[in-house]
């Protein structure tokens, strides 16, 4: 058996391994691509009217709005994600898992939205790509194995479809459109799947940064020059100082709101006990998560403690392995480039579901493909006269 061959039945084996698991991440990811642009259009309760002549409500106070309709929960986070969008006091928590957000009108206190994780189609979805709708724990690492052989599929891919020669090389980067349905299938697996290959190891990549552990390490390893990706020290709140300052996230909120512009949001992540710390930042590209500047502070005395993860200290300041990690998820999405970039992986995901599909459909027709029927021949005349 020629190397070629040995290839070509590692790929079919881990396409028949991996293809229904591949498939459905990607047409989740498909339907997740435009999440963000299909909400903003269906639901009004994420927008609100822009005032310029009023200053919207501190946290404090949409804590307190928000308290009555969300009971026996504190809040974790507070998002003013731009002015003209309706502010968010979320909750979230394990053991039992939920998630509510309650959306606001930052200016008058309307309470326009109590949403909740298990009533919202999107969350369904992704719960999907992430676990294949089954407990964490099983899903997440199906999903990545099913990621990574997805990665060797992509390099066998290639070898198989390398052309032998120059005449070869012609018929392997457009589709033959007009040719019967066998061909058309293989085409369409071929040409599109080398078309799709780069953006194929893109979306791959950053989805084993969330994976594999191994593999997030060692990619950050290799894009920061030698980092180690380690656990950041656990900032303390001084405890002796408690009641010294009244509402801290207010105070903060001050000094960030009048920082950001009217196209930046603001947002807060609450402190879960008296030890805890306050986190405050400004996201500069809201829709996006990389570009924001994070700041911790000491909840009684507001002491703002030094940058010591990936994720604090302003976005300017990190080096390119820290920025590119702080991309990720917005490379994997898209998001990075605008609407452009989750068109091209919207596109991209969609060629990546049907890569099973009509990979199937290519060994079937091998495996059963109907032999021609052999005419029939006349008996000579002889013959006939001799019966």
């Known amino acids: 058996m020629s190397i070629k061959k040995l290839i070509g039945k590692i790929h079919l084996w881990l396409g028949f391994a991996s293809g229904l698991v591949v498939f459905v991440i990607a047409i989740t990811g498909c339907i997740l691509a435009f999440e963000h642009e299909i909400k903003k259009m269906a639901f009004t309760y994420l927008t609100t009217e822009t005032r310029e002549d009023v200053k919207p409500l501190p946290p404090s106070k949409l804590k307190a709005i928000a308290g009555p309709l969300v009971t026996g929960k504190k809040p974790n986070a507070i998002s003013y994600p731009g002015r003209d969008k309706s502010a968010t006091v979320m909750y979230y928590g394990a053991n039992p898992d939920y998630y509510y957000q309650v959306f606001i009108d930052p200016y008058t206190g309307e309470v326009k939205k109590v949403w909740s994780e298990e009533e919202d189609f999107f969350h369904f979805i992704l719960h999907g790509h992430f676990y294949l709708w089954l407990p964490p724990a099983i899903g997440q690492p199906v999903v990545a194995t099913a990621t990574l052989v997805f990665v060797i599929m992509l390099i066998s891919g290639l070898v198989l479809w390398w052309p032998k020669n120059k005449s070869a090389a012609k018929q392997r980067f457009s589709v033959k459109w007009k040719a019967q349905w066998r061909r058309l299938n293989y085409d369409l697996h071929n040409v599109l799947g ?29 894009t920061t020059g030698g980092k180690s990706l380690t656990d950041a020290e656990v900032l303390v709140s001084d405890t002796t100082q408690i009641g010294k300052v009244t509402n801290p996230e207010d105070i903060i909120w001050q000094k960030l709101y009048a920082k950001a512009s009217k196209d930046e949001g603001v947002y807060f992540y609450m402190p879960a006990d008296d030890k805890g710390t306050l986190e405050a930042g400004i996201n500069h590209r809201p829709g996006t998560y990389y570009n924001s ?95």
């Open 194 to 222: 080398f078309y799709m290959m780069a953006i194929g190891f893109v979306l791959a990549f950053t989805g084993l940064v969330w994976g594999f552990e191994w593999f997030s390490k060692s990619l950050y390893f290799v």
């Open 293 to 387: 500047d994070t700041y911790v502070y000491d909840q009684h005395t507001l002491k703002q403690f030094p940058a010591n993860a990936l994720y604090n200290g302003e976005y300017a300041d990190k080096g390119f392995g820290d920025k590119l990690r702080r991309m990720n998820y917005d490379i994997h999405v898209g998001a990075i480039f605008g609407l452009p970039g989750k068109i091209i992986m919207f596109l991209a995901s969609l060629i990546c579901a049907s890569m099973p599909v009509t990979g199937i459909y290519i060994w079937w027709g091998r495996k059963y493909k109907s032999k021609k029927k052999q005419p029939v021949k006349k008996m000579p005349a002889l013959a006939k006269s001799s019966i």
